[in-house]
């Protein structure tokens, strides 16, 4: 059981990300290519139901939704308030082609019920929720709504090993104004690595970035 208070963490970062909100798409673009990379990871197809945990404003929305196709179902989960209206208004303005269910919640308190019914999703993304991976209640929540083998892609900053100072001087520059913890950091993917079937981590970036692949 994760006896970790998490409403104190989950207050901080909605006053963080709200604060960021207005220039968080221009403070992501150079992460733009290993999304992509992420989301093709994913292997998703048409009519499928992929989660975006984390989902910020909604810049993993227009490739989750292309790969589902219209049959498909992207659920997106996201607890600022700020973000998710830049979700919202990025699914109107860019007619994604898919239907999107947006989650106004945090991760480990997400009503993924309401949106999938009967079903089950068939994969999740995490990318660049580092504070969501340290939480055993929000990962749990969102395993327990995957299919059995459900595919699993998760990507962010992780601390370079010594020898490469430069690599560490950027994930401490970045991770200082985005995440809340910076526990974990030496092995974000600890905890869901092992929750997966199998699992393969990759590093990016001169390590200070890595991608995992698994499933349930």
């Known amino acids: 059981m994760n006896t970790h208070d998490e409403r104190p963490a989950l207050q901080a970062l909605n006053a963080l990300y709200g604060r960021r909100a207005a220039v968080y798409d221009y403070e992501l673009m150079p992460v733009a290519p290993l999304r992509r990379e992420a989301i093709a990871a994913l292997d998703l197809q048409p009519g499928e139901t992929v989660l975006d945990i984390g989902a910020g404003t909604g810049l993993s929305l227009p490739g989750l939704c292309e790969a589902v196709g219209p049959n498909g179902r992207v659920i997106a989960v996201e607890p600022c308030e700020a973000m998710m209206r830049q979700a919202r208004e990025r699914s109107r303005a860019d007619h994604l082609g898919a239907p999107v269910d ?7 308190d997400a009503p993924y019920e309401a949106a999938l019914g009967e079903r089950r999703a068939d994969a999740a ?61 030496d092995c974000p993917w600890r905890q869901l690595e092992a929750r997966m079937k199998e699992a393969e981590v990759e590093r990016r970036w001169l390590a200070s970035a890595y991608l995992l692949r698994g499933r349930r």
Request: glycine share 8%.
């Open 102 to 108: 947006f989650l106004a919640a945090a991760a480990q």
């Open 125 to 185: 993304l995490f990318f660049f929720t580092h504070d969501v991976l340290q939480s055993i209640a929000a990962l749990e929540r969102a395993l327990a709504v995957l299919k059995p083998g459900g595919r699993v892609v998760a990507a962010g900053l992780a601390w370079a090993p010594p020898w490469l100072p430069l690599s560490n001087l950027f994930v401490l520059g970045a991770a200082a104004h985005s995440v809340t913890r910076m526990d974990g950091l």
